[in-house]
């Protein structure tokens, strides 16, 4: 079923007929199912944030997919889309500070988990993208490789996920402008690099990672 609501203009469902539908609704459809996935994962500056999604069992979309293979364009448009039929969505962060003090794994899982507490639907079964998780309270899990471009409600986290870490780090690069936040999202690009090298680290900096090739001349404020 594929649901092609008001909101979907002529232009958006040109779009959308030429994408992929072969992702999965469920992988149990006996469970109240949420999908969970991160973003910032490999960011040298800012937090991890993470999104769990519970969907509807008839919920189709033929435009959604892995939040890495769409647009910034895309990605904004099934956003809308996807907070105005899920059931039940929760976005959570962890810090650089945190991230420094507990490593990028444990961190990641930690929003998962954060996201999970703040669903207003309890689930009964969670999905999570990857192949590592750390069981959150009674509730059976099963990890996926590659979920996101594999099951509906974790492609909808990986959006939900991406997108608000997107907002948070362009308004970060407002006030620190020099590293191309606005354009790299906190990515380990050539441009962020140098600008760490000719400026040093600001406080959202992870100073656990690599940040630059002559790591051991940086001087942290």
């Known amino acids: 079923m594929i649901l092609l609501r008001s909101y979907d203009n002529v232009k958006f469902f040109k779009i959308a007929i030429v994408s992929?539908?072969?992702?999965?609704?469920?992988?149990?459809?006996n469970e109240i199912?949420?999908?969970?996935?991160?973003?910032?994962?490999?960011?040298?500056?800012?937090?991890?944030?993470?999104?769990?999604?519970?969907?509807p069992k008839d919920f189709s979309h033929p435009m959604l997919n892995d939040s890495k293979q769409l647009t910034h364009k895309q990605r904004y448009l099934l956003r809308e889309i996807i907070e105005k039929e899920?059931?039940?969505?929760?976005?959570?962060?962890?810090?650089?500070?945190e991230i420094d003090k507990i490593n990028i794994l444990k961190a990641s899982i930690k929003a998962m988990h954060?996201?999970?507490?703040?669903?207003?639907?309890?689930?009964?079964?969670?999905?999570?993208d990857g192949n590592r998780f750390l069981n959150y309270k009674n509730i059976p899990h099963k990890?996926?490789?590659?979920?996101?471009?594999?099951?509906?409600?974790?492609?909808?986290?990986?959006i939900l996920a991406k997108t608000y870490r997107d907002d948070y780090m362009e308004k970060m690069h407002e006030k620190f402008p020099q590293y191309g936040w606005n354009q790299n999202k906190g990515y380990p690009t050539k441009i962020h690099?140098?600008?760490?090298?000719?400026?040093?680290?600001?406080?959202?900096?992870?100073?656990?990672?690599k940040l630059i090739d002559k790591q051991l001349k940086l001087v942290f404020d």
Do not use: M, W
């Open 33 to 55: 199912e949420a999908g969970c996935d991160e973003a910032g994962r490999g960011c040298l500056a800012g937090p991890v944030v993470a999104a769990a999604v519970i969907l």
């Open 193 to 209: 690099r140098i600008a760490i090298e000719n400026f040093g680290t600001t406080p959202l900096h992870r100073k656990s990672f």
């Open 86 to 97: 899920t059931i039940s969505k929760a976005v959570a962060s962890v810090d650089n500070h």
């Open 114 to 128: 954060l996201a999970i507490e703040k669903l207003d639907v309890i689930p009964t079964f969670l999905i999570i």
């Open 143 to 158: 990890c996926i490789v590659k979920g996101d471009a594999k099951f509906q409600s974790i492609a909808a986290a990986s």
């Open 20 to 29: 992929n539908f072969h992702l999965s609704p469920y992988f149990n459809a």
